[in-house]
């Protein structure tokens, strides 16, 4: 019950400054506690900067915002090396990722090779820099915003970037009611200013100790891997998930478990993260797109034709 408590309560209070997003917000939470990352996209003036601001305040951790545009260089990320004459060495000199929770902001406006620089750091939770390996902060986690490809001035991030976020997220517009609730809570304060931390870095740390702990059947074992595998083998589908995919999907579905308050996993936990998990791993065919098939579409075929363990 701590550890579903602790869970429950971050997205609480990240629903004091986000409305009507609290399913966006239970994926960050998930995310957070399954050690992944999590890439939020959505077109522009949504909330996305506000969500990932919610979830960084709401835990008691040391952040920072990487604003990304076209003329930042992998050294203000990873940090680099300067010369120092008193001591006549070089010393390394950190980065905007030496932090607990960084806000990759609009990572798609910069350029491709920027936007390697993360692949190391993002799985190894560790930057090199001039041959020597410095390791980031525990707990670490990559927050990364980007709007939609079609828009102007954005670059696609590379397929084995994509790979190592754990879960994309979609936000989406609000109705007309909870919209008129945002212009209200907006009116004279922006509620980020006041939020407060739930948690610390501690329980973060034990969350995600405890999310392994929880149990996985061979059987839905099997069933994860039988939705990833297939992936790999629908017509329409250019290039499927990877076992990493089937890691993450497992590793989601515990946290899922533990939100829940359970200490065992079930197939809806695996159904219900299928979607933020595995679309963005999903490169479609040219044919497929001249045929108007969706990476929504053909992974709801692939779940429905899975056998669900009993």
């Not at 902001?105 to 020597?132: C, F, H, W, Y």
């Not at 009611?177 to 939020?195: A, G, S």
């Not at 065992?264 to 040219?286: E, G, W």
Request: hydrophobic residues 40%; glycine residues 6%; negative net charge.
């Amino acid at each position: 019950m701590k550890f579903a408590s602790i869970m429950q309560g971050i997205v609480e209070n990240m629903e004091k400054v986000m409305v009507g997003q609290s399913s966006a917000a239970r994926l960050m939470v998930v995310c957070l506690a399954a050690g992944g990352h999590v890439l939020i996209e959505d077109v522009p003036g949504i909330g996305k900067t506000t969500m990932a601001n919610a979830l960084a305040k709401s835990i008691g951790v040391s952040f920072n915002r990487i604003q990304f545009t076209p003329d930042i260089l992998p050294s203000d990320i990873t940090g680099f090396s300067m010369y120092n004459p008193k001591t006549s060495e070089f010393e390394y000199r950190k980065g905007g990722i030496m932090s607990n929770i960084v806000l990759a902001d609009e990572i798609n406006r910069t350029s491709p090779k920027t936007q390697a620089s993360m692949l190391e750091v993002m799985e190894e939770k560790q930057v090199t820099v001039d041959g020597i390996t410095y390791p980031v902060p525990e707990p670490f986690m990559v927050i990364a915003t980007q709007n939609p490809v079609e828009y102007m001035g954005t670059y696609p991030l590379p397929e084995a970037q994509l790979d190592r976020f754990l879960m994309k997220v979609t936000m989406g517009y609000p109705d007309r009611e909870k919209e008129v609730d945002i212009i209200f809570r907006f009116q004279e304060d922006n509620p980020l200013d006041t939020l407060r931390a739930v948690a610390s870095g501690e329980q973060v740390i034990e969350l995600r100790n405890q999310v392994r702990k929880i149990h996985v059947e061979r059987d839905i074992g099997d069933y994860i891997v039988e939705i990833v595998q297939r992936t790999r083998r629908v017509e329409h589908i250019l290039l499927g998930c990877s076992p990493r995919a089937s890691i993450y999907l497992m590793r989601a579905s515990q946290a899922l478990a533990l939100y829940m308050n359970r200490d065992y996993v079930i197939p809806d936990d695996v159904k219900s993260l299928v979607f933020p998990v595995l679309a963005h791993r999903i490169v479609l065919s040219q044919e497929a797109r001249i045929r108007k098939v969706t990476v929504e579409s053909a992974l709801t075929d692939i779940i429905s034709s899975v056998k669900v363990p009993s």
